[in-house]
């Protein structure tokens, strides 16, 4: 069965700096995609950035990349130019093909002015 | 289309009451899922609708909640003789089968939830 660990429960950081958010998983999969998603405080949940594990290029998408290690089954999210708007909770995911998603625990990152 | 709705946003009841929650999803998904999301913790797979069937229930769907999709549109989760450990977030996402069918196939869009309070 697949796992998701994120072991951050909370991280701050200070406007127009640089944050990573760590997470490992575990799979037996050799293809599959990850997914970040953000949950601000009282909205819905978005998708952020996906990776697809055949691809070596690390996905980007504006202030967000990732850094993804597949033999470490490692996969942080880097944000850049943190923005008042950034805080939130923020899930890693593994995505079962045509089924559920396995999340992690989350962490809250909190931006400070 | 707006995006995955839910109804209502909070309800709040006494245990023992029984409460139903409903999504309406991406109108072009066929794919419906409910997951609950207790304070501090990622969402949980509860179970999930292709069209109207109920292909997968996870061990956290006790034999109080069902969950219904009858026409393979909107969905309903009812929870029967609530405990005050029901009280989470409700959770509702759909999904396309393949591209072109609104989205990416393995992305869920979620809705804003229903959370729901056991007194």
């Known amino acids: 069965a697949q796992t998701v660990t994120q072991s951050q429960p909370e991280m701050s950081v200070q406007e127009a700096e640089t944050v990573t958010l760590s997470c490992t998983y575990d799979?037996?999969?050799?293809?599959?995609?990850l997914f970040w998603y953000k949950q601000p405080p009282s909205r819905q949940m978005i998708l952020v950035i996906r990776?697809?594990?055949?691809?070596?290029q690390n996905a980007t998408e504006n202030r967000f990349s990732v850094n993804f290690q597949k033999a470490a089954k490692s996969f942080s999210l880097k944000i850049s130019d943190s923005q008042l708007g950034d805080a939130a909770m923020y899930f890693c995911?593994?995505?079962?093909?045509?089924?559920?998603?396995?999340f992690g625990k989350g962490t809250r990152l909190h931006i400070l002015p | 289309d707006t995006g995955v709705s839910q109804d209502p946003r909070h309800k709040i009841t006494k245990r023992g009451q029984n409460v139903t929650f409903r999504c309406d999803p991406i109108?072009?998904?066929?794919?419906l899922y409910w997951y609950r999301q207790t304070l501090g913790q990622g969402p949980e797979f509860l179970t999930y609708?292709?069209?109207?069937?109920?292909?997968?229930k996870s061990r956290l769907l006790s034999d109080r909640f069902s969950a219904e999709r009858p026409k393979g549109s909107f969905s309903t989760l009812e929870i029967q003789r609530t405990e005050q450990g029901d009280s989470a977030m409700y959770l509702c996402?759909?999904?396309?089968?393949?591209?072109?069918?609104?989205?990416?196939?393995?992305?869920?869009?979620f809705g804003p939830g229903t959370r729901l309070t056991v007194t």
């Open positions: 799979t037996s999969e050799s293809d599959y995609y």
């Open positions: 996402a759909s999904s396309p089968s393949y591209r072109g069918q609104g989205g990416f196939p393995y992305e869920q869009y």
């Open positions: 109108s072009e998904h066929n794919r």
């Open positions: 995911a593994y995505p079962r093909i045509y089924d559920k998603i396995i």
């Open positions: 609708f292709q069209n109207e069937a109920q292909l997968e």
């Open positions: 990776q697809e594990a055949y691809k070596q």
